[in-house]
């Protein structure tokens, strides 16, 4: 007879409610996941000002503009013809009516046609083309909400004149381009990932209502989230990656845990456990896991709070929010289903998947490679060591690259009106912006060093025409705007901005008594994120490593399991930048990938992926870490636990890599670069990890260790003791498989 001693750990309590109030725990679940979905479709999301002043310079200078302007969002309407040129008769006209129908919408004040005296400037060298200007009248980041009947109206003008290309880009016109091109982006990978995530889950479970719950549970946990979201986003702003977040880690990791949960179960009712017994084993021993991997993932997205960058702090919340909504479902509403269910959840079995599956042995597959790692530690420990050392070792190249227009998608029609804008004016779409405070802009001084500003920028070649300067009704401040070579994020557009802010601004406008003078704009605002991002990247690496290591050390009182999980991590984590490196600044694969640029690495991303892997890769270990310890205590010998602990759960652990990496993958075929980017270096690193990582370095290791893996000094005794885990008699001979 099988023995089961009271559980006394969290998890198994939970488990044991559950499983006794099933419909409790069941419509209680249902009932969260419903109003908090409705409440959050009621209050709506708010998302971050992406017109907020940042950080640095920039920053400071964006307040003074901001103060000293009402700054509404600025359109441009590009006017081209091949043949036709300004000045003929069918350009003028093209000209005309672009600006009638622009002027006659309510919402757009300021309309500056090139025809007008004055406005050369808007008119191209060749005079092919014209830029009509205007603006959006009220708030800037009101603008986007404004923008449809503005591009309504250049849409009739553009079949009106069918001879012309004429096409719109400006601050409103492109965050709403960019919001629909990330949304269509998020359903697509939605629509892909679920009947990919589903195929796997038959595939390892053998039945649909095996593979049916763990996917429900996550999509009801990731619908939930969303809620969530937007009702946080009334105190933090939600960026616009937040959502793909919420789908992303979501459906990953509720899957995972529901899939290590259910497995274990089915494991223990194959070695003849009663249904309610399986049941406890498995809220005790995976169940625990998930709830120590969980708090892992938790507690370094926390971390991201530290670099006190908006866009990092709403991922961090979105990312903790549905982690443990996933959390609180797997050790609630699972172990509820399967008390209810019993084993009707081998029902809808699919006969050639239902024999694939093995709930009660050890994989063959894997058997053999652990067999042999343990046979020759030294051996596959110095060679699994090698091969991560030298995917990480391209990582020292990383560089940073804001992600700008000349990498988004192609097919967004306003970005094809903006390569055709910077083409024909070059810089104008994202010029840089000098801006001068003084007591008044006006005297002969001010404007004397503006203009020496002007004529040294325009000669030192980085700086081209019509640089423009607006002064405020106070005569406080003054704009100037310069367009600069480059794209607005490229090496070039570094450079002139790096001649603007260290030599041209401080030795005209900046030299002068009593004014503040600074260079703001798109170049601007992004070196001086990424400075900050740079500054408070140690604090945020140190936060995520105590704390995991202190986890660890919690939860399997091991000195040695604690710093070897950090040190895995650290290599799983430096092996995916090396990929990311590779695919995305050295081009391997970019043409497969639809990469078009690889300038380098967005700077959110290396940050991001550090967090979330870390917390991710903690799953897997957490579940194999605690199958051996579990194994090692009920009397076997060390090499035994191992190799045990390492066959039993690779097969649950390869399939749980499986969902993730073909659910990250997914997310590095869609069109933006952050999804790109996110995507391989997350299904690369999880990759790695549930085959390089844990099932060759990991039972090496531990093998070499022998003993000392559960080392713990004497001054660390007081560490508090696991709650009791199962007694559990050893399984009633399990076939091979």
């Keep these: 007879m099988h023995r089961t001693d009271t559980h006394t750990n969290l998890a198994a309590r939970m488990g044991r409610w559950s499983a006794s109030h099933w419909k409790a725990a069941t419509f209680g679940w249902l009932f969260f996941v419903l109003v ?16 907020a002043s940042g950080p640095g310079e920039s920053g400071r200078m964006n307040e003074i503009l901001d103060a000293g302007f009402k700054q509404p969002a600025a359109e441009n309407v590009l006017i081209q013809s091949r043949s036709a040129r300004v000045g003929s008769a069918a350009f003028d006209a093209a000209i005309a009516d672009v600006a ?19 406005n050369a400037g808007q008119i191209s060298k060749n005079r092919h ?20 009947p503005v591009l309504a109206a250049v849409a009739a003008a553009q079949r009106a004149h069918p001879g012309f290309t004429i096409g719109e880009f400006g601050d409103a016109s492109a965050e709403r381009a960019v919001v629909e091109s990330y949304d269509e982006d998020l359903g697509k990978a939605g629509m892909l990932s679920l009947p990919v995530t589903l195929i796997v889950l038959v595939l390892t479970f053998g039945s649909l209502v095996a593979a049916g719950i763990p996917l429900l549970l996550a ?74 991997s969980g708090l892992t993932v938790i507690v370094a997205m926390a971390g991201m709070f530290l670099t006190g960058d908006a866009i990092f702090a709403s991922l961090a919340l979105a990312t903790i929010l549905v982690v443990a909504v996933a959390v609180l479902g797997s050790l609630t509403v699972l172990p509820a289903l399967l008390s209810r269910l019993g084993d009707k959840v081998e029902r809808g079995r699919i006969p050639f998947f239902s024999r694939l599956r093995r709930d009660e042995g050890e994989g063959r597959f894997w058997g053999a490679i652990v067999d042999r790692v343990l046979r020759r530690p030294v051996l596959w420990a110095a060679v699994s060591g090698g091969v991560l050392l030298l995917l990480a070792a391209p990582a020292l190249q990383l560089q940073l690259a804001a992600q700008g227009p000349e990498s988004f998608p192609r097919d967004i029609e306003v970005i094809d009106t903006y390569d055709r804008m910077q083409a024909a004016f070059p810089g104008s779409a994202l010029p840089a ?49 310069v367009p600069i070579a480059g794209n607005g994020t490229d090496a070039a557009s570094n450079t002139s901005f790096r001649l603007l802010r260290q030599e041209l601004v401080p030795e005209t406008v900046g030299a002068l008594p009593n004014t503040q003078a600074g260079v703001t704009g798109t170049t601007a605002s992004w070196r001086d994120q990424a400075d900050e991002l740079r500054s408070n990247l140690l604090p945020v690496v140190a936060f995520v490593l105590v704390f995991a290591f202190a986890l660890m050390l919690v939860a399997f009182r091991s000195l040695v399991i604690a710093a070897k999980a950090i040190v895995l991590n650290l290599l799983s984590v430096a092996a995916a930048y090396g990929v990311l490196v590779l695919v995305f600044q050295h081009g391997v694969g970019k043409d497969l990938l639809g990469v078009t640029s690889v300038d380098g690495i967005d700077a959110v991303v290396p940050l991001l992926l550090f967090v979330i892997l870390f917390g991710l890769s903690m799953d897997y270990h957490v579940f194999i870490i605690s199958r051996i310890r579990e194994t090692f205590e009920r009397g076997k010998s060390m090499d035994e636990a191992v190799s045990h602990g390492i066959k039993s759960t690779a097969g649950i652990v390869t399939s749980a890599a499986i969902v993730m990496v073909f659910v990250f993958a997914i997310f590095g075929t869609l069109s933006w670069p952050f999804f790109k980017q996110f995507g391989v270096g997350l299904s690369a690193a999880i990759l790695i990890d549930a085959t390089i990582v844990r099932a060759v370095l990991l039972p090496a290791s531990m093998k070499l260790l022998g003993d000392w893996n559960w080392y713990l000094p004497s001054w660390l005794q007081w560490l508090p003791q696991r709650g009791r885990a199962t007694e559990i008699a050893p399984d009633p001979s399990p076939a091979s498989a």
């Design 36 to 51: 908090a979905f409705m409440l959050g479709g009621l209050v709506g999301t708010t998302t971050i000002d992406q017109n």
């Design 100 to 118: 009638a129908r622009v002027a006659a919408i309510a919402d757009v004040q300021d309309v500056r046609s090139p025809l007008a005296p004055g």
């Design 129 to 148: 083309a014209a830029l009509v200007q205007f603006e959006i009248r009220g708030e800037k980041d009101e603008a986007a909400d404004k923008i449809a």
């Design 219 to 292: 999509l009801t946990a990731v619908f939930a989230t969303f809620g969530l979201v937007a009702l946080s986003s009334l105190v933090l702003p939600v960026a616009l990656q937040a959502p793909a977040m919420v789908l992303l880690i979501g459906l990953a990791v509720g899957v995972d845990y529901s899939m290590f949960y259910l497995k274990r179960e089915r494991q223990e009712r194959a070695a003849g456990r009663s249904p309610r017994a399986a049941l406890e084993v498995a809220a005790a021993t995976s169940g625990h896991s998930v709830l120590i």
């Design 433 to 481: 912006n000098v801006v001068v405070e003084a007591p008044s802009v006006r005297t002969p001084a001010v404007q004397d060093a503006i203009s020496e500003l002007k004529q040294r920028a325009l000669a030192s070649g980085q700086a081209f025409e019509p640089i423009t300067v607006a002064v405020n009704e106070a005569g406080t401040v003054a704009n100037i705007t």
